[in-house]
């Protein structure tokens, strides 16, 4: 079963609002096994909304539009409807009197021109909108499913969830649901990572989906499901091949941030963290307190973005900052080193580099970074270019950080 | 001139992800006097795309897809479109180098998968990607322009900013465009900028829109006008009725951050600032350094996360701590002048508090966030309570920290 979803208003085509209604109602179709096979906007128009309704009936066997049903000129869905179903508008009493009592219990008067929310084209099932004037409509005809609902989220959201969709369970429109598992990936890009996995096998009704993000790449495994144990067994092999494939490279599951991660094996060990930053200029510790608790495991960081807090801070040596220059591993090392000891924390991080947009040299470009771990057991760090803006640079950088930690906890666990 | 606008991406239809690229377009179009006559979303299909694309041709003269442009088996937009125009996909030599070169930079080989991102259909118009592999497209036939961009919306932004804009201009599809004057406010809640601003009046052909965002409201002044002289001239009174009744919380207009202001404001005086953050946990240090140059102005910051290292690196006193508890104005205003003396800088801001979701109490609870700043002439402080979870209040917090420097230094140049 599937359905084609219309918005209906010429604020989303001049780009003043983003159709969040579309996104809404396709993932809660799809939570009850409907498919969206297209979504449309179009403009406040008789003609427009017409054509999309032809459109849509070629689609497939059930429509939603959203928007158009207020009480004004522009609003006009339901006179498109009603020519496009070549149905009369008729005037619905109940939803006359349910208007007129809103305006009333505000000790008001109904002004005549929300008069024309109650006309609604012949034989239409009234949803009931407790939050606004403009109810919900159903149209059914043979083999064609129209539902009406109005663009303010909220009451969209309302009618959808206490009228609509009851309706489609009642009627057994819905079918089998899409479920998921997300598998989050890090240190390869993309075309690497459908390389590792161009030969896993994935079942006929199961998708396996590349979502890139910045310095990493979620793996989507989802399909239509009679219910969750129906799904794990069926998405079992296929995730077990994705994580066999790609091995470390995998940090986690279902959502959870790098930094979540880092801090979850940090605090199950009883291990902290603290960080030292130049390039990234407090991003790295930025992610590390956005998740909650963290103080648990992270104990602080210095932003040593001029060279005198280099020394004066942490105790980067002048001769280091002289001899290899602040964007060097020496000076990286150096960084990581202080700020476990100022800090006194397990394990500390540096970053130092060259975001851009300038500052680059032949020697050392933009986006050049130099990253170091410091543990009990000695300072490792590296060198790497990232490619992007300054904003990518940054981010990248500090995901590069936190992943070089997170292996290292890892190979700990083992 | 109107265009048709195709998203494509199984992600759309799934409704994970909202479509802010369609918002995108239609926005930056009308500002060329280019109209978005539909947008339409469609799965990763050959067939589904194709089908769209004839659509799309009934429509409108141009149209532009985004997405489906990746390396990976699901990207099927190439494909799709030299089907639909009945053309060869050819290999795109200068594509290809610039593809191997970014893997290149980063000292990788570039995977044999991405070859076909530099496959593109006979007779296309390359625009190049600096930010990723997916370079756009532009294909023009009898009547219809068509322009393939990226999903990625930073990519998509750059190609459409830099290549697909331009040619636009420069053949002749702009009209009369929508242009638009931004003032950035901060310090007063939408409600009550809106109470300040309805006395305003705006011309016919001209509007004002709220746009709220965290702990800023933007003010869009905007309308169709043959040209930037002609829409300056209509909007300037509008302007100055907006500046009149705002004042000084206008921090900044046409897309400046306050960071940014702050950051001009110290270069101009040849000033800098350093940071002291506790619960901001590294976002003030973050913002700062998102301005490109901010080494100039910007030395440093410590995020002293634990409270030993707001006594060692900061040189808060044991005393304060316990006598008023690290949440306090007097810890704050210990933070700020440590790390202004510390750093050797001219000010220092300082954010302590409670970001949430746990560790409130009935006279400290979530939301309550303790600020300082440091100059030569003394330390101010003050305590707000922010609403929203944690990310809200850590934005919003650091959003009052940079309006208490903006502030100071614009009384500086009266």
Redesign the interface.
């Known amino acids: 079963m599937e359905a084609t979803i219309i918005a209906i208003g010429d604020e989303?085509?001049?780009?003043?609002?983003?159709?969040?209604n579309?996104?809404?109602?396709?993932?809660?179709?799809?939570a009850v096994g409907i498919?969206?096979?297209?979504?449309?906007?179009?403009?406040d128009r008789d003609d427009?909304i017409v054509a999309?309704l032809e459109?849509a009936r070629e689609l497939a066997a059930i429509a939603v539009t959203t928007g158009g049903l207020g009480p004004t000129e522009d609003d006009r869905t339901l006179a498109a409807v009603a020519s496009h179903l070549g149905r009369e508008l008729v005037l619905h009493q109940p939803t006359l009197r349910e208007i007129e009592r809103r305006f009333a219990r505000r000790g008001l008067t109904m002004p005549a021109v929300n008069v024309g929310q109650a006309s609604v084209p012949a034989g239409a099932r009234v949803l009931s909108n407790p939050l606004g004037t403009a109810p919900g409509l159903i149209l059914e005809e043979e083999g064609f499913l129209l539902c009406l609902l109005p663009g303010v989220p909220a009451e969209m959201e309302y009618i959808f969830e206490h009228g609509f969709l009851p309706y489609l369970e009642k009627k057994g429109y819905a079918g089998e649901r899409?479920l998921e598992k997300l598998l989050h990936a890090t240190g390869l890009?993309?075309?690497?990572v459908?390389?590792r996995l161009?030969g896993v096998e994935v079942p006929a009704g199961l998708?396996l989906?590349?979502?890139?993000q910045a310095a990493q790449v979620d793996l989507?495994i989802?399909g239509t499901a009679s219910d969750e144990g129906n799904f794990a067994e069926r998405a079992r092999p296929v995730i077990e091949a994705v994580r066999r494939e790609l091995g470390e490279y995998i940090f986690g599951e279902d959502g959870t941030s790098l930094e979540e991660v880092v801090g979850e094996l940090l605090g199950r060990r009883g291990e902290t963290v603290?960080?030292a930053?130049s390039c990234?200029?407090?991003?790295?510790?930025?992610?590390?307190?956005?998740v909650?608790?963290?103080?648990a495991w992270?104990?602080?960081?210095?932003?040593?973005?001029?060279n005198?807090?280099k020394t004066?801070?942490l105790g980067v040596p002048e001769e280091t900052l002289v001899a290899h220059g602040a964007v060097s591993e020496e000076v990286a090392r150096a960084l990581a080193a202080g700020a476990r000891e100022?800090?006194?924390a397990t394990y500390a991080l540096a970053a130092t580099g060259i975001?851009?947009?300038?500052g680059g040299t032949a020697e050392k470009?933009v986006?050049m970074v130099c990253l170091a771990l410091a543990g009990a057991d000695g300072v490792a760090s590296t060198t790497?270019?990232?490619?992007?803006?300054?904003?990518?640079v940054?981010r990248r950088a500090s995901q590069y950080a936190l992943e070089m930690l997170r292996r290292h906890l890892r190979e700990g666990e083992r």
Chains 1, 2 share one sequence.
């Open positions: 989303l085509l001049l780009g003043k609002t983003v159709n969040n579309a996104a809404y109602l396709s993932a809660r179709l799809a498919g969206t096979r297209r979504q449309m906007v179009v403009g427009e999309a459109a899409v890009p993309e075309s690497a459908a390389e161009a998708h989906a590349f979502l890139p989507r989802w603290a960080v930053e990234t200029g407090g991003l790295l510790a930025k992610r590390l307190t956005d909650p608790g963290a103080s992270f104990l602080g960081g210095v932003v040593a973005y001029a005198e807090a004066s801070l100022r800090f006194g975001a851009g947009p300038s470009p986006g790497q270019t990232f490619g992007g803006g300054r904003g990518w940054r």
